[in-house]
């Protein structure tokens, strides 16, 4: 495999960052605060709002050394959308790093948006592929690979202890393409765990299995996930335990 220069690994690396800046700045507004609290003997960080409503939303763990810091610097986030836009065409054109299909792009993003990331869901599958060259260093035969498909995933118990929720998915989907429907569960019809639109474009939500192999025929209730359910999968914890930030060469990163 043929190892990408140091100049362009070093831009990855600024655009990862830059792109977890903006985030924070999209995501918490100016006017609220972060505040700690204790949850069965850990802390985390939630963000809390006075206006218009009370209101508190789960950030992450408050040994997490990347969120600390950007709560720390918080008001000094600034959001440079249009340089980043510049790293990501130079990363792709100079470098020849992989770019996700359009349609995927946008997914992920509106998805990014909407809060699946923060509550701890992590994209697996081939877009996330697409991710690992930027992230190893060296060029990967096949990241350019396209299927018509994105995949996530999220352990159960997180989704049901962080204590706040996406906007309904269905909602979030239907704002990239109005023809996005629900997948009715193949054994529990009053669940969805996949979605897909007019052009059999589908996105599909799995948890880890670590429990009766009863369990992997039926969906698994996510609270965190907008009204999504997710698929059981045996040995899917292995793959998400440790995740990584990353960043998908699409617009802005």
Do not use: C
Not at 68 to 84: G, P, Q, T
Not at 109 to 114: F, P, S
Not at 146 to 167: C, I, K, L, N, R
């Amino acid at each position: 495999m043929k190892t990408i220069d140091l100049a362009y690994r070093t831009l990855y690396a600024e655009l990862v960052q830059r792109s977890l800046d903006a985030s924070f700045e999209a995501d918490f507004s100016t006017a609220g605060n972060f505040v700690r609290v204790p949850v069965k003997g850990r802390d985390y960080w939630y963000f809390e709002e006075t206006r218009p409503q009370k209101s508190r939303r789960y950030v992450g763990p408050a040994e997490d050394p990347e969120i600390a810091k950007r709560v720390a610097a918080f008001k000094e986030i600034k959001d440079d959308l249009r340089a980043r836009r510049k790293l990501v065409s130079t990363l792709v054109r100079d470098a020849g790093l992989a770019t996700p299909d359009a349609f995927s792009g946008d997914v992920v993003e509106a998805l990014e948006k909407a809060g699946l990331f923060r509550l701890r869901a992590v994209l697996v599958g081939t877009v996330a592929f697409q991710t690992y060259a930027g992230h190893l260093g060296v060029k990967l035969p096949g990241a350019s690979l396209q299927t018509g498909d994105a995949d996530f995933a999220q352990f159960h118990s997180v989704s049901a202890e962080v204590d706040d929720s996406m906007p309904p998915l269905i909602e979030v989907l239907k704002a990239v393409d109005p023809t996005f429907r629900e997948i009715p569960h193949r054994t529990d019809a009053g669940r969805t765990t996949q979605f897909e639109n007019a052009s059999r474009y589908r996105i599909e939500f799995l948890t880890p299995n670590r429990g009766s192999d009863e369990h992997a025929d039926h969906a698994s209730p996510m609270p965190s996930l907008g009204g999504a359910s997710a698929q059981p999968l045996r040995f899917l914890d292995f793959l998400i335990r440790d995740p990584v930030r990353a960043v998908l060469l699409h617009r802005s990163g």
